[in-house]
């Protein structure tokens, strides 16, 4: 990436400015990532994102003065080209719902390694959600609540999919269905198995035994 424009531009929301300087100058001395600002709470994300307009934003959970949640969704309809990786403190499974419903690409956990945070700078593209191993693994330990009515051979080609990272862009291609059709199968899919995203989708597939792990 020798051109200014193939940079990611990333701005860092996080209420501890010793936090999130640490954070901007270890970002911006990453191959690819360019750190343009930061911000300390709620009202300064937003004066920052429609003064900067950063291509991704670093997160933090908890801001004095607002929800990180609640204005990630905010900041993404007001324009749904931005990507949010929200960091958290604390793994909880209600959270990871809630980032996903609130478009955020990602959820990564503040203890978690700063090149985990990269990659995920890096890859946040298209509608995928990322999420730190050790979500997955609180997850998989929620115990199942079956009754799900049945998927349908084509449904389970497509979870099968999903399960392997594809997005469904390529779903429709290795399938040979359009798109919009496979954007209905994945949502029967998730009514089905009660999810309230994708990644949800397949966790509780590999619970019930419906796909392999």
């Known amino acids: 990436m020798g051109a200014l424009e193939d940079y990611v531009r990333v ?17 911006g001395l990453q191959a690819g990532l360019e ?20 291509d991704v934003i670093v997160m933090d959970v908890n801001l ?8 990630s969704a905010e900041l993404i309809r007001e324009d749904p080209r931005l990507r949010v990786v929200v960091l958290t403190a604390d793994v909880d499974q209600t959270l990871l719902r809630r980032a996903a419903d609130a478009g955020a690409s990602a959820l990564l956990l503040k203890d ?19 999420v730190h191993p050790r979500v997955l693994r609180d997850l998989l330990r929620c115990p199942p609540v ?52 994708q990644l949800e989708a397949v966790v509780t597939a590999r619970r019930f ?3 392999g792990s």
Not at 39 to 50: D, G, Q
Not at 188 to 193: A, Q, R, T, W
């Open 146 to 197: 079956s009754n799900h009515t049945p998927l349908t051979v084509r449904e389970t080609e497509v979870l099968m999919h999903l399960s392997e990272g594809h997005n469904v862009a390529t779903i429709s291609g290795r399938l040979g269905i359009t798109r919009l059709t496979c954007r209905g199968y994945v949502k029967n899919i998730m009514v089905k198995l009660n999810a309230h995203s």
């Open 11 to 27: 701005l860092v929301v996080d209420d501890h400015q010793a936090v999130a300087s640490a954070m901007a100058l270890a970002i």
């Open 112 to 130: 978690g390694t700063l090149t985990e945070l990269f990659e995920a700078l890096r890859g946040c593209k298209g509608d995928g959600f990322v």
């Open 209 to 211: 035994g419906l796909i």
């Open 64 to 71: 004095g003065d607002g929800d990180g949640i609640e204005l």
């Open 35 to 54: 750190c343009i600002g930061s911000a300390n709470c709620a009202s300064e994300a937003r004066a920052s994102v429609a003064a900067l307009r950063p």
